[in-house]
């Protein structure tokens, strides 16, 4: 992580399964502060932008060398900017950042960091969506959550056909105990104990929920693939 911040992914890093990961060293964490390699007197790390405009710019020599450091410390890293700017994140594509084993974060601060540095530094520009954040820190612990997921035992996962499926689709109704609180039943379903009708009836659920509420997410290739799922299933039931 490059940033001015290191004390924001503080919590991230004591806390659930992302405090889990990080302590097992199952995911290593790293700072470097452009602060350390400020070399005026007063430390500072930011400048005007030429041209002038309201705000002010991350100074480019502290963040230049701190980059370059961590570049030499990991060799064969993608460094990462984030920003509003970014190709747009989805799961799709953290499915890919999961497979990088080195990454160096560039967390923006201010109005942002100077073209230069993006130009000669920077291999991948994602954002996490289209809003603007005060800084990059917030939008690297969301990816970096994203992934601490699927770190193999961390989270229990799906079958892998119908992970990969499920991963474009809403999720179905969930329920715990009891069976009747306030007045409302849990449905008779989930408590006959028959696994493949309740698995028709998750992905009949998760397709529904998804026409109602996200139909972007849905074509007809996806259709095509649900039927293929619950033909499986079908076939299942009857051997
Ligand atoms: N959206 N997705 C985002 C962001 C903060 C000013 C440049 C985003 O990823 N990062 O809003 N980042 C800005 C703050 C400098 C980065």
Request: aromatic share 10%; proline share 5%.
């Amino acid at each position: 992580m490059v940033t001015i911040f290191p004390e924001m992914f503080y919590a991230f890093s004591n806390y659930g399964i992302t405090g889990k990961a990080i302590q097992k060293k199952i995911i290593n964490l790293n700072y470097l502060n452009p602060r350390d390699f400020s070399e005026n007197k007063y430390k500072s790390i930011d400048d005007r932008p030429y041209g002038g405009g309201p705000g002010m710019l991350m100074s480019v020599k502290p963040l230049y060398l701190s980059i370059q450091h961590a570049k030499s410390l990991l060799k064969s890293a993608t460094v990462i900017y984030l920003s509003p700017q970014g190709k747009k994140l989805n799961q799709n594509n953290i499915f890919k950042l999961i497979k990088k084993k080195e990454i160096i974060f560039v967390c923006g601060r201010y109005e942002g960091i100077d073209e230069r540095i993006i130009d000669s530094l920077i291999d991948e520009e994602w954002s996490i969506g289209d809003y603007i954040l005060t800084g990059g820190e917030l939008a690297a612990m969301v990816i970096i959550d994203s992934i601490a997921r699927f770190i193999p035992g961390v989270v229990k996962t799906k079958s892998v056909e119908e992970e990969s499926f499920y991963n474009d689709l809403l999720d179905y109704p969930n329920y715990t105990r009891p069976k009747t609180i306030y007045n409302m039943k849990v449905p008779d379903i989930l408590l006959s104990g028959n696994h493949n009708k309740i698995r028709l009836w998750r992905l009949q659920k998760s397709l529904e929920k998804t026409l109602k509420k996200r139909p972007d997410l849905l074509d007809g290739k996806k259709l095509k693939k649900a039927e293929q799922i619950i033909l499986n299933i079908v076939k299942k039931n009857k051997k």
